[in-house]
């Protein structure tokens, strides 16, 4: 508790920082939109260091584009209010659209479509495009340049080990689930037992989040990047198969069960070992103390209950497991 209140001290000063410095050299070299400075170091304030380059890249090249297409709108229509307006919406409507497809990338489009409007609209308030968008540009270099060196200079975190932190996460998911399934009385429709299955999800989408950010940091995770990708891959299907299994053999007669799977708790009980040896292993020198990055053995309470999702939400979840349940029982 203590080093995760401290971690999220240092997190406020470090933004804090870095959002102050970027406001004063914006002052001190004259820039016309300090604003936009402080603010680019206020977005890339992210909470390990590939996380931010990452988010600091996506802007900068969405700003970059957005500045192009806006220039070239204005170039071709700017005497024309109505064409360009048209021609306008249709850059938005496409870059809206990839950013709906686009998973890791999505933050570009939307910068870029938000950059061409400011461009547009603000040329037409006085402000030549071109220097509308030299403006955008540099402030927003600078906002992402300070917080990046202090970030290196003050205190790098990083995201390899978030990564790793969050494999731990999805092994806790796995032997929760396993652990709410085999206790006496487990019921597919208790939400407690659906919110261990939507949490043990959740594990892993957030890691999925982090692998780009790792990518970027870490040459490891860039020289092994097929395999981190086909784990978190057949974690996603491992989640959902063994949801699966057990929901048909709590559909399946005790007797059935035992005749067709007579080793089926011997079994449980070595997967059980497993899930308990990964969800304790740690490298060989690293601090196995309740560090903020800690995650504890497999238990059912090691993947705490989603309290995020709504009644209606628990109910479709519900529906949806107990459906793929009629359809392929046994």
Request: some cysteine; charged content about 20%.
């Amino acid at each position: 508790m203590q080093q995760a209140a401290q971690s999220r001290l240092l997190t406020a000063f470090l933004s804090a920082l870095s959002i102050t410095a970027a406001f004063g050299l914006a002052f001190w070299w004259n820039l016309d939109k300090p604003f936009w400075a402080g603010f680019s170091a206020l977005v890339v304030s992210l909470s390990t260091l590939g996380q931010s380059i990452q988010k600091g890249l996506l802007r900068m090249v969405g700003t970059v584009t957005g500045a192009a297409a806006g220039l070239i709108l204005y170039f071709f229509w700017g005497q024309l209010r109505w064409p360009m307006l048209v021609m306008l919406c249709l850059y938005i409507l496409l870059m809206v659209f990839l950013l709906l497809r686009s998973r890791q990338s999505s933050y570009f489009f939307y910068t870029s479509a938000i950059v061409a409007i400011l461009i547009v609209v603000q040329s037409r308030g006085g402000d030549t495009p071109f220097t509308v968008a030299v403006d955008r540009m540099q402030e927003t270099l600078l906002g992402i340049l300070v917080y990046t060196v202090l970030a290196l200079l003050l205190w790098p975190r990083s995201s390899l080990e978030a990564l790793k932190a969050g494999v731990f996460r999805i092994t806790a998911g796995f032997g929760g689930l396993l652990a709410a399934r085999r206790a006496p009385g487990a019921d597919a429709a208790n939400p407690v037992e659906l919110n261990l299955y939507q949490a043990a999800r959740d594990a892993v989408k957030l890691t999925e989040g982090l692998l780009p950010a790792a990518r970027l940091e870490s040459y490891e995770v860039r020289h092994n990047l097929p395999e981190w990708t086909s784990f978190l891959q057949l974690s996603r299907q491992l989640i959902n198969l063994q949801q699966d299994f057990m929901l048909r053999m709590e559909r399946l007669p005790e007797a059935d069960r035992s005749r067709f799977f007579p080793h089926l708790t011997e079994d449980l009980d070595a997967l059980a070992e497993q899930y308990a040896a990964l969800g304790a292993w740690r490298p060989a020198g690293e601090k196995t103390g309740q560090g903020e990055n800690e995650v504890p053995r497999w238990q059912a309470e090691a993947v705490p209950p989603s309290v995020s999702r709504s009644g209606a939400e628990d109910d479709i979840l519900r529906r949806d497991l107990v459906l793929r349940v009629d359809e392929t029982s046994v």
